[in-house]
């Protein structure tokens, strides 16, 4: 049976970018009663892929929490998940209208340290005649509003999975990618519903106000991987500026897993590495802002 893909990588995000500070944070980790613990400033930005299908997606955003480790199961008022921002009134927005550029959201004192959860609270949809507030809209109808269905958003809040690191006297960043064209999924009554496994967890160097991207499908036609690390290194560089991790799903007889870093323009080289497959390094990939440059099928080989 098909693994439901996971993937770590790809197009709306959340830009969550950490500065060291020093605070106390009672309840959230890094440090037990009484300790001092080093935190970053978790600022919050929005951004987007295009789709092919869709001509607007608007979501209303409530609330965007992170989940500390060992609470991943916690409700959405849970006080120990901290709170990147609260809207008193839902702050509506079209995803698709941001491509290759971000809106900030937010900002918290976050605990350095590795997280693998980003809760994003929608509001509900009115019932009755009103118009939704969560809907879509089709290139082949543009003036039709056609709901969202969001149960989790509103209950549990959508829980985007992945994991990140934020360091201790640098700046963090990671991008809660949503990807229309899997988030969103035909129920075959003309309804869609909106599904956490379309959003995903990107980490990246650091804040960008302008961006291009480098995409690709980690692929192996022998065996399961199972899961990649995805890395992203500049010309003359070692340390990658985007990394993160994919997990495979199989279809048409292989098993493959897609993935896009959001990068700022020049010229890098990607990385692939997954267990009991050789390391893969692709030739050099040149990225102009705005644009996303595709290396298409990458193909895993055993030793």
């Not at 509506?92 to 976050?110: A, H, N, W, Y």
């Not at 992203?232 to 799903?249: D, L, M, R, W, Y």
Request: aromatic share 6%; with cysteine; glycine share 10%.
């Amino acid at each position: 049976m098909s693994r439901k893909v996971r993937r770590m990588w790809g197009v709306v995000g959340l830009f969550l970018v950490a500065a060291l500070v020093l605070a106390q944070l009672p309840g959230c980790g890094g440090g037990g009663s009484g300790s001092t613990a080093a935190v970053g400033t978790l600022k919050v930005s929005l951004t987007d892929k295009q789709s092919d299908t869709f001509a607007n997606v608007f979501i209303a955003i409530k609330e965007v929490r992170v989940v500390p480790p060992g609470l991943e199961n916690a409700p959405d008022n849970d006080s120990r998940l901290p709170v990147v921002v609260t809207y008193d009134t839902p702050h509506v927005v079209d995803v698709l209208t941001l491509r290759f550029q971000q809106e900030l959201l937010g900002s918290i004192p976050l605990p350095a340290g590795t997280y693998n959860q980003v809760r994003l609270i929608l509001a509900p949809n009115p019932s009755g005649q009103a118009d939704p507030v969560n809907y879509l809209t089709l290139k082949t109808a543009p003036t039709v509003k056609v709901p969202l269905t969001t149960p989790s958003a509103q209950q549990s809040g959508l829980k985007v999975l992945g994991n990140f690191e934020v360091k201790a006297g640098v700046i963090n960043a990671i991008v809660l990618d949503f990807d229309p064209n899997t988030a969103i999924v035909a129920r075959g009554n003309g309804a869609y519903n909106l599904k956490p496994t379309g959003i995903r967890i990107i980490q990246t160097s650091a804040s960008m106000t302008s961006f291009g991207a480098l995409s690709g499908t980690v692929v192996s036609t022998s065996k399961d991987w199972s899961s990649a690390t995805v890395s992203v290194v500049p010309q003359g560089g070692v340390n990658p500026i985007a990394a993160g991790t994919i997990f495979s799903n199989f279809s048409s007889n292989r098993w493959e897993g897609p993935f896009t870093a959001f990068v700022p323009g020049g010229s890098y080289r990607v990385h692939v590495t997954a267990a009991g497959f050789a390391p893969y390094s692709s030739p050099l990939q040149t990225v102009t802002t705005g644009t996303d440059t595709s290396l298409g099928d990458i193909l895993l080989l055993t030793p």
